[in-house]
């Protein structure tokens, strides 16, 4: 350490690891130094001695489309296994988290739960959204250049039009401004109390994000001399609270996979089943995009997850005795806190949505599960009956789609995309984004064993459980079979006789692995289902 530079007095202090994800990959991560200084001082403000090192960090923008998209789910495993080894091999006091982006925040959070360390987060925070080219009163994001892809290829709009939108709709750093599932997540983690209040919707720009960065380094050294640990603050009741605000926000899909599995290394079970019963409580308060106008710098105007809190705290809906990184308790933190702004989050007689923002369908097509963000859905979409439009992958999907060879009424099936058969569960923006661009959103359904972005709208269903590689039923669905979705009674069904399913099993064959080398090889061997979180098994 005297090699490093380090005095007498530093190495005496207490040592407080800084896990920086930040690179020149990702936008929500460009400017991730400026926040880690912002820490440093803090901490070194409070007595204590700084130490960074850094994480990797995949961007699902970027990453789509390519081969690259089955490595994105699969880093968060390797950003929870990095944090750990770092931070054991040079043990730490405590520790901040800064990341940003889908899965660095659950990765993070999973390193957080093992180690165990007095831990706090600070995100890089939200991108601002742009402006229409043609109309500076509307707002744009990533989804509408990904929609916009859709409308050229359906003739509604031009090539020039789509780039004067693609220079528009992501003007700053940060992470894509709508309730996608990077917002989602650092929402999220604001929510179940590891952050300190404005961390989820504090635009990434903003100044008061570089003093909140401060005094969350300033913060964990309170939480240092108070003993006060993840374990005692994530607790079953805290996700329980972190469900609520999902319900309320209507966050996306992804969040069911990375809370089972950061309530997995906290011990914690929390049972698809459960995601229903808090979501019939829990109304939805919030019209964010993709599902609405309002973007997350709306909701941070309007007083940010902490107001959204209030009123389920008011309407009796969360527990708020539970402890925070703030060293408080969430009725202490919410003491003076107010909705500013009524249409952004609404009160809880005049919901968007009576349920909750997600509900997860079960039935002999997922016996384990699946999850649609039924906030997202048009109202003449929750209940469909239609055929199967059978896709061994995404791209045949897509080709289709583009192709204009899907029909209203159609139930496009993508398998072979789930964690194992992926490999990856790859995230699948562009097929949703192109029935949406084309005007198939309000007349065609989408399920998979895959999963969707935070960006995606309609009735797409993603994480059916079991996979299609690990013998569900999905891998025998055939072209023309009728499915049955029924969202407000959370049922999906194939509408095949017993009979019929077991004797196409009897002719089905596993298909080979589509990566036969390297970490994604071995990461197909050792994953578990969606229903499980994607985790690792145990053996």
């Known amino acids: 350490m005297k090699a490093l530079g380090y005095t007498d007095r530093e190495i005496r202090q207490p040592l407080i690891g800084i896990a920086n994800s930040a690179n020149e990959l990702i936008p929500g991560h460009m400017h991730l130094d400026t926040i880690v200084n912002a820490v440093k001082a803090g901490v070194s403000m409070a007595g204590g001695t700084p130490m960074e090192f850094s994480t990797i960090g995949v961007c699902d923008g970027i990453a789509m489309n390519h081969k690259g998209m089955h490595y994105s789910l699969a880093s968060r495993e390797l950003i929870a296994d990095s944090i750990e080894v770092t931070a054991t091999a040079h043990p730490f006091d405590a520790i901040v ?4 982006c889908d899965k660095i925040v659950p990765g993070m959070l999973m390193a957080a739960a093992r180690l165990n360390i007095p831990t706090i987060f600070i995100s890089g925070g939200p991108m601002l959204a742009g402006r229409h080219p ?48 990077a917002n989602s997540m650092n929402c999220l983690t604001e929510a179940i109390g590891m952050a300190l209040p404005g961390n989820g919707t504090i635009p990434a720009p903003m100044s008061s994000r570089i003093r909140l960065a401060k005094a969350a380094g300033i913060q964990v050294m309170k939480l240092l001399k108070k003993g006060i640990t993840p374990d005692k603050i994530m607790t ?14 209507g966050c996306s899909t992804n969040t069911v996979l ?32 993709p599902g609405g106008a309002d973007h997350i710098e709306d909701l941070d105007a309007a ?35 107010r909705v500013k702004y009524p249409e952004v989050i609404r009160p809880v007689e005049d919901p968007y949505h009576k349920e909750g923002g997600l509900a997860v369908l079960f039935g002999n097509l997922a016996p384990e599960g699946c999850v649609v963000k039924q906030s997202a859905v048009l109202p003449e979409m929750m209940t469909h009956q239609g055929p199967a439009r059978v896709f061994e992958s995404e791209e045949e999907a897509t080709a289709a789609i583009m192709g204009r060879d899907i029909n209203p009424g159609d139930v496009i099936v993508i398998r072979y995309e789930g964690p194992a058969g992926g490999p990856g569960m790859r995230e699948m923006l562009t097929p949703t984004s192109a029935i949406a661009g ?9 399920i ?17 459980s079991p996979e299609a590689i690990q013998g569900g039923i999905i891998a025998v669905i055939r ?35 589509k990566i036969k080398t390297g970490y994604m090889s071995r990461y197909a061997r050792m994953v578990t289902s969606a229903g499980n979180g994607a985790i690792f098994k145990n053996t």
């Open 97 to 100: 988290m800064v990341p940003n």
């Open 134 to 181: 043609k109309d500076r009163s509307k707002k744009i994001d990533l989804v509408s250049i990904f929609e916009a892809v859709g409308a050229v290829q359906n003739g509604k709009m031009t090539e020039q039009e789509l780039g004067a939108i693609e220079d528009a709709a992501c003007p700053t750093c940060g992470s894509c401004a709508g309730m996608f599932t």
């Open 236 to 249: 079953r009741d805290a996700f329980m609270n972190s469900l609520a605000v999902d319900m309320a926000l």
């Open 258 to 289: 990375h809370l089972k599995a950061i309530a997995a290394e906290a011990g914690v079970e929390i049972p698809l089943s459960l995601i229903n019963e808090v979501s019939k409580k829990t109304p939805h308060l919030c019209s964010l995009s």
């Open 303 to 337: 007083g940010g997850i902490q107001a959204v809190m209030k009123v389920l705290a008011d309407n009796k809906m969360i527990d708020t005795g539970l402890i925070t990184a703030t060293g408080q308790t969430i009725e202490a933190n919410l003491d003076d806190v």
């Open 438 to 446: 084309m005007g198939l959103d309000d007349k065609c359904a989408l």
């Open 448 to 464: 998979t064993d895959g999963r969707f972005s935070g960006g995606t709208k309609g009735a797409s269903i993603g994480h059916v």
């Open 479 to 513: 072209e023309n079979d009728r499915i049955r979705i029924d969202i407000p009674n959370k049922t999906i069904e194939l509408m095949v006789s017993e009979d019929e399913i077991k004797d196409r099993f009897t002719q089905w064959e596993k298909p080979e692995p």
